[in-house]
Nanobody, 115 residues
Framework: QVQLVESGGGLVQAGGSLRLSCATS????????MAWYRQAPGKQRELVAS???????NLADAVKGRFTISRDNAKNTVYLQMDSLKPEDTAVYYC?????????WGRGTQVTVSS
């Protein structure tokens, strides 16, 4: 079975921080590129950040300088550190395994940023 379980979401005031975690049951986590996506109400799901098997990262322009994606291969876990949060960051955040490993999604964790 492949399972991705997100945690760490919640309600935070603008300017605050949250750290999301994605715990995986992947048999070969070190071989999987990982990513965080988010989907706000009425909007299409968008890529927020990705990290390769080698640890190289990419961030969406909207979150550059504020978010950091990382992975801990010993724990089979990927993280998203979110600082200087803005109300427009409000969304459900999803963990995802990137191609060519496969197409697996977590169920999401809600992040709400109040003004």
């Amino acid at each position: 079975q492949v399972q991705l379980v997100e945690s760490g979401g919640g309600l935070v005031q603008a300017g605050g921080s949250l750290r999301l975690s994605c715990a995986t049951s992947l048999y070969s986590f070190t071989r999987a590129a990982m990513a965080w996506y988010r989907q706000a109400p009425g909007k299409q799901r968008e890529l927020v950040a990705s990290i390769t098997t080698g640890g190289s990262t990419n961030l969406a322009d909207a979150v550059k300088g504020r978010f950091t994606i990382s992975r801990d291969n010993a724990k089979n876990t990927v993280y998203l550190q979110m600082d200087s949060l803005k109300p427009e960051d409000t969304a459900v955040y999803y963990c995802h395994t990137e191609a060519p490993f496969g197409d697996y999604w977590g169920r999401g964790t809600q992040v709400t940023v109040s003004s």
